[in-house]
């Protein structure tokens, strides 16, 4: 080999070397601050739960992390407002609390959400995760409305083997017999003779079907409106996800839920006159 061929060589070598070293520290780096982020996570939890300051003082003489967001959490804590009534839930022992300071004023079991994902095509892909950090009870319902998302028709078109159709007001469905219509706020059928059957109200597992499709109602719509299924109370905390009773009490203890936090309807009806709207709620 001559001069000239082994020094190309020997270049092309190190360069693959330098290569190597530097996706190496890359890595490292990322692993680092992975672990820091999580170190963070769970000590900024314990303090939640255990209304320590301290824990989150050692955070950031340890890590660095004296930042805006950093400051604002520690100013909305439990411990800067110890007068202050608040929820806590463990995700992992499926456990709610209801504190002020270090008291527990209530505590029962939860189910929370399974985690589990659903691709719907060109109808969408959801992912059933219980949103975790701080949140607030921003409304109060007795005797709530539930009013399904898409994924819950895509849910159960799966179960079945069906397909889905969305129907607008106004807008009509054949079904060889008649058609599939809206009229005042219902979703009818109306047959070949002119006689018009309101399809009744709507039930979990017994959603309207025609065609081999799954028949989706417009929003506003009786059929869109599911009683029963978030049980007696609800605290609502935005964006879809709330704190609720539920119609399946032996899913309770589980992680099973399509994200919200159900509770049995005996615990949320002592729950829910002991706390204001405006509640802080941690989710770890």
Not at 23 to 47: E, H, P, W
Not at 65 to 94: F, K
Not at 252 to 270: A, F, L, Y
Request: hydrophobic letters at 35%; proline letters at 5%.
């Amino acid at each position: 080999m001559s001069i000239r061929s082994y020094v190309s060589h020997g270049g092309k070598m190190v360069w693959l070397l330098l290569l190597g070293f530097v996706a190496a520290a890359a890595a490292s780096m990322l692993f680092v601050g992975k672990t820091i982020d999580l170190r963070f996570q769970r000590d900024v939890n314990r303090m939640v739960y255990n209304d320590n300051l301290d824990v989150l003082r050692g955070i950031k003489a340890q890590e660095g992390l004296l930042t805006d967001s950093l400051r604002r959490l520690m100013t909305s804590t439990p411990g800067a407002a110890a007068d202050q009534p608040y929820i806590v839930v463990s995700m992992a022992d499926h456990q709610l609390w209801f504190k002020k300071g270090k008291n527990v004023l209530f505590n029962a079991p939860v189910a929370t959400g399974s985690g589990k994902e659903l691709a719907g095509g060109s109808e969408g892909q959801w992912r059933f995760e219980t949103p975790r950090g701080r949140l607030a009870v921003q409304g109060k319902s007795e005797n709530p409305a539930w009013v399904p998302p898409d994924w819950h028709y895509v849910e159960q078109a799966r179960k079945k083997g069906l397909g889905i159709v969305h129907l607008s007001s106004g807008q009509s469905i054949p079904t060889g017999d008649g058609v599939i219509t809206t009229s005042g706020g219902e979703v009818v059928k109306r047959l070949n003779n002119g006689q018009v059957i309101n399809l009744g109200d709507a039930k979990e597992g017994h959603e309207i079907v025609a065609g081999g499709n799954i028949i989706v109602p417009p929003y506003g719509t009786t059929q869109r409106r599911y009683m029963g299924v978030l049980g007696t109370r609800r605290l609502e905390l935005g964006n879809g996800y709330g704190i609720h009773g539920t119609d399946h009490p032996e899913s309770i203890g589980q992680s099973v839920s399509h994200g919200c936090v159900r509770m049995r309807n005996g615990d949320i009806e002592k729950l829910y006159p002991m706390v204001p709207v405006g509640t802080p709620v941690y989710i770890y």
